[in-house]
């Protein structure tokens, strides 16, 4: 159209002339092939056709001295290609960090990935690899967000683990940790259905700058996108309460390595967790995976408690905490049935059958949403197993029966989580539908 003004790239880099001061420096990417895709910077929030990306200009960022025409498109060379791009953070979410020279801390990456998560590895690789020298992870926790979880149910996860982040830094004599020791963490979240989640947890996740709207590509060069990848290294932590919200990001708070995983269609059930370890544990190859589910915060020590269980005793596969209900109200609520019923079934779990089969090194069931194992471990499990009617009975019994392996399962007591008590009947159900579905597919590994 004669609307459109359409530029090649510079020396076979990314190259933004005029828009530079707003969305960034991003013609520090080099590619090596051919193939190209038109990134489109339009006036309004939409997509003009299967081969261009649609990355809207904020009015306020325009001033009104500028003029630019309706519609310019940029002739962006694809990384091996795939859409591999680096997007700065709001200048006003900046302001908040105290790390803001950093490119790692001014910028967002967005990878629109259409591979499988088996074939993930092939052809993408994460930002922690990408660093002189590479990353290696210690832990990685994995967060699972369903679509009628709350951004008050993951803030008050993802602030439980930051906290956490910050007493692994604050060890300065472990040879482990110390001060840099949240390079080691990577926090993953993953969220099933890119139409399916909760807005709310989206902007969530927008201010604490590990994600931004109307970036997502459906199609790349014709291949259909399965998942939308943003990582970014976060120093604020906001946790969302009933009637207030509450930001840090001082010495309280250290940086955060963390990596959005949203997936484009909602397939349920396993599929997240498959992103997780046949996608991302491949690539970052983590001595330790922490699952934990949201709304469950993990108290604080309680992440070094669960890793150190597994460092210091070389024969555990797999560990699990003990989960105890928010404290307010209590009174009140066991009043409930439903609740008082909760409360004394997960009493007795963690008093008597947990405790006691930790002793003979075998738990029948880890703690479903606080719970972590050795990579390792896992990357022997290689008997197939269906997922559609399987828990982790199976796996946990295949870990400590394993020919030529002699795995152990421990129950660790001092690694605690706090989660709400269900008071109702349909919360009763859903939360146990959840558990169930989020348990079901690690026996497969």
């Not at 489109?40 to 904020?58: A, R």
């Not at 020590?301 to 307010?328: H, R």
């Not at 896992?378 to 870990?399: A, K, P, Y």
């Amino acid at each position: 159209p004669d609307s459109v003004n359409s530029y090649e790239t510079l020396n076979s880099k990314i190259h933004l002339e005029e828009h530079d001061s707003t969305y960034g420096n991003l013609n520090e990417y080099n590619y090596e092939n051919n193939d190209k895709i038109l990134i489109q910077l339009p006036s309004q929030n939409h997509i003009v056709d299967s081969n261009s990306v649609s990355i809207p200009i904020e009015p306020e960022e325009i001033s009104e001295q500028q003029s630019y025409p309706q519609k310019i498109l940029k002739r962006f060379e694809l990384l091996n290609g795939n859409l591999v791009l680096d997007f700065p953070v709001p200048t006003k979410l900046l302001n908040n960090i105290p790390n803001n020279n950093s490119k790692e801390f001014t910028h967002m990456r967005y990878t629109a990935c259409t591979s499988t998560p088996e074939t993930f590895k092939e052809n993408f690789t994460l930002r922690q690899i990408e660093y002189k020298p590479s990353r290696q992870t210690e832990l990685f926790i994995v967060i699972t967000v369903h679509f009628d979880e709350t951004e008050i149910q993951l803030s008050r996860t993802l602030h439980g683990i930051m906290e956490n982040i910050a007493y692994l830094c604050s060890l300065r004599d472990s040879p482990t940790w110390g001060k840099d020791g949240w390079k080691k963490v990577v926090v993953c979240i993953i969220s099933d259905g890119r139409n399916n989640t909760n807005e709310q947890v989206l902007a969530y996740l927008t201010a604490l700058g590990v994600y931004q709207n109307d970036i997502a590509k459906a199609k790349v060069d014709n291949k259909v996108v399965e998942a939308h990848i943003y990582e970014h290294t976060s120093s604020i932590s906001i946790e969302y309460f009933t009637d207030s919200v509450q930001m840090k990001a001082d010495d309280e708070i250290v940086p955060t390595q963390l990596l959005f995983c949203l997936t484009e269609k909602s397939k349920k059930g396993v599929y997240p967790y498959q992103w997780f370890f046949d996608a991302f544990c491949p690539i970052l190859v983590p001595k330790i995976c922490v699952l934990i589910d949201a709304g469950i915060k993990p108290g604080y020590g309680s992440l070094y408690n669960l890793w150190n269980t597994l460092f210091v005793n070389p024969q555990v596969a797999g560990v699990c905490g003990y989960i105890d209900f928010i404290k307010g109200g209590s009174k009140i609520k066991t009043l409930n049935p439903i609740a008082s019923a909760q409360n004394f079934n997960y009493k007795m779990s963690y008093i008597l059958d947990k405790p006691f089969e930790s002793a003979f090194g075998h738990i029948t069931s880890l703690s479903e949403g606080f719970s972590a194992y050795r990579y390792l471990a896992l990357q022997n499990c290689t008997e197939e197993i269906s997922t559609n009617n399987i828990i982790t009975h199976i796996l946990n019994f295949d870990l400590v029966t394993r020919h030529n392996d002699s795995w152990t399962l421990y129950y660790q007591k001092s690694a605690q989580a706090e989660m709400d008590m269900p008071e109702t009947l349909p919360e009763l159900v859903h939360q146990q539908n959840y558990f169930f579905a989020n348990q079901s597919y690690i026996p497969s590994l």
